[in-house]
């Protein structure tokens, strides 16, 4: 009877805690709105960070408080088990269970040390059902035949943003002709049953996306969104998107997570997923802010696919990395990468500055170019699950984050990644035209991170991927740096014949130094591939380009990315 007093007092705190964390949450991400209204971009960053940072604070709190209630003295086996039926009978009325589920994963896993998984004590699998179909507590439908400007403009009055316009009757006009283009005869007058739209803005950066679907008389779905910017001059529709490739990068791995206020998660996945059915929960999970519970969802895939009797973690594509080794299972979208414990010069960092490097790319704005990373602490995995070469340099490269228990083998700390197709294997075999638009959007890329004060460092090609829709992105970041790190020079003339013969530099190099002219060699091999890079993007090989930019942020200037083709934008003269 003690025991189960004591269970459902520490299953209180807990939830209360989630309480706490919820309401948090939500208060941060309603700000948003206020935010877009008046262009309060920098105060809109400050929010994107505080919101980062809340879950850990609150799970902190909630440990120190479990911690005082229960002693330091091991609990039995069954006081786990009842302090997780009763904190299921506390959550089980609220809309969004599986986002509780998690946070008292990563309560009781700190408080009683938990390696692994235990169903009875923890929710490795969740205890609630997903919603499988959105109703109207996430969206509006509007039952119109024809995509019109009125309907365009209503849709965009629903969403409340008190916002000026500087023309919304033009925005809607150029919508409704881009979106009845691109819809083809399924647009026509007839093709159309409903639109329904979310209730809920999704603010990111500078934009405000309203994000719909088209219920076409075939049966189909189709995704509409609507970027909306706002500048000093108002704001305007800048971009009407209808393609599911579109609202995959627009919900991208790589983009910053949306502030979006809903009272309904579950129901607004569902939604979004009947408009990217090729995106995990975990993925739309974190895109809208809820990365804790995206990791949880990321590993109850895993451990479903590892349940395949062949299944086995084996090296990762393209070349073996000196700071990580990478590995996949061949069925399952994602990498792993551990950290070495040591690396072989040149490289001369350590393994607490690339874990920092890891998470300045978790709280900086991603902008599209860096694949969003999830750390995991204490996986355990079955040894026949990893194919022997490639667990036998675990052991001998990175000890530090392995333990090997029996039959057993416990990662203590690794990382995360979508998997991608390194860029220098993906040139080796696409044909002229791909290899040709993907080197032109690595220089986008660099150009994009650059934007936001981000320097790749390391500019090999095989440190950037190709996503499955085409989008070059960077992934290796224990050279990455915030530009204002980076002193951009000319690189000296030579004085005479041997300077230029010389291995050595002719002239003092300082430890932020950077020569941009060097980028060339180092990035592409000389050849067509080379003279494409250099036709667009050869201002990247000048010292005064990287300088200005610099200037731009020093300044205070939030430069504008979007996370779509410049050809899609509505206003473009």
């Known amino acids: 009877m003690v025991l189960k007093y004591i269970a459902g007092e520490a299953a209180e705190i807990t939830f209360e805690a989630f309480c706490a964390y919820d309401y948090h949450f939500r208060s941060i991400t309603r700000r948003a709105r206020s935010r877009f209204r008046y262009c309060a971009w920098s105060e809109a960053q400050g929010d994107e960070q505080e919101r980062l940072n809340i879950y850990q604070r609150v799970v902190d709190s909630a440990v120190e408080g479990l911690r005082a209630v229960l002693g330091a003295d091991p609990f039995p086996r069954e006081f786990g088990i009842e302090m997780r039926r009763a904190y299921n009978e506390l959550i089980a009325d609220r809309p969004d269970p599986q986002i509780a589920e998690t946070f008292y994963n990563s309560v009781i896993r700190r408080v009683f040390r938990i390696v692994g998984g235990d169903a009875a004590i923890q929710f490795v699998t969740s205890d609630h ?50 979106i009845r283009k691109d819809l083809g ?43 909306i910017v706002h500048d000093s001059d108002g704001a305007h529709i800048d971009a009407a998107l209808t393609r599911q490739d579109e609202a995959s990068n627009v919900f991208s791995f790589t983009q910053a997570y949306f502030q979006v206020e809903t009272k309904f998660p579950g129901e607004l996945l569902a939604f979004l997923h ?59 979208p994602i990498v792993f990468k551990l950290i070495r414990d040591r ?8 393994r607490e500055e690339v874990m920092q490097k890891y998470r300045l790319v978790f709280t900086h704005d991603r902008v599209g170019r860096l694949a969003d990373a999830a750390e995991f602490e204490h996986l355990q995995f079955r040894r026949e699950c990893f194919e022997p070469a490639l667990l036998e340099e675990l052991l001998e490269e990175a000890g530090k984050s392995v333990l090997v228990e029996g039959n ?11 998997r991608v197709r390194p860029l220098d294997v993906y040139l080796a075999e696409a044909g002229e035209a791909a290899a040709h638009d993907a080197i032109i959007d690595c220089g986008r890329a660099i150009k994009d991170l650059a934007a936001t004060n981000i320097f790749p460092g390391d ?37 005479s014949i041997d300077d230029e013969m010389s291995p050595d530099p002719w002239f003092s190099v300082g430890e932020s130094d950077i020569f941009p002219e060097e980028f060339v060699k180092l990035m592409i091999p000389a050849g067509p591939l080379r003279e494409v890079f250099k036709a667009h993007h050869g201002d990247l090989f000048d010292w005064e380009f990287w300088r200005e930019i610099q200037r731009k942020h020093q300044a205070g200037e939030i430069m504008d990315v979007f996370p779509y083709r410049n050809h899609r934008r509505l206003h473009l003269s």
Not at 472 to 479: H, N, R, S
Request: charge should be positive.
């Open 129 to 178: 059902a997903y919603c499988k179909e959105a109703t109207g507590n996430v969206f509006r439908s509007y039952e119109e035949p024809l995509i019109t400007p009125d309907l365009i403009a209503g849709m965009v009055h629903d969403l409340n943003l008190h916002t000026r316009f500087r023309d919304l009757e033009l925005d809607s006009r150029l919508c409704a002709e881009a």
């Open 185 to 227: 005869e399924a647009g026509a007058a007839g093709g159309i049953r409903a639109i329904e739209a979310a209730r809920s803005v999704f603010f990111r950066n500078k934009g405000a996306y309203l994000v719909a679907r088209i219920r076409l008389e075939s049966g189909e779905l189709a995704p509409l969104i609507l970027a």
């Open 274 to 332: 009947s408009i990217m059915p090729f995106k995990t929960r975990g993925e739309l999970y974190n895109s809208i802010g809820y990365d804790r519970h995206g990791k949880t969802e990321l590993y109850r895939d895993l451990i479903r696919e590892l349940e395949v009797p062949d299944a086995r973690f084996v090296y990762a594509e393209g070349k073996r990395g000196m700071v990580m080794i990478v590995f996949t299972l061949p069925s399952y």
């Open 343 to 350: 690396f072989k010069p040149p490289k001369q960092t350590s």
């Open 408 to 418: 057993r083998i416990i990662l203590k700390h690794l990382y995360t990644e979508r």
């Open 459 to 495: 500019l090999l090609l095989k440190n950037f991927g190709v996503t499955r829709h085409g989008r070059v992105i960077f992934y290796d970041y224990d050279e990455l740096c915030l530009l204002h790190q980076c002193n951009f020079r000319a690189m000296p003339p030579a004085r």
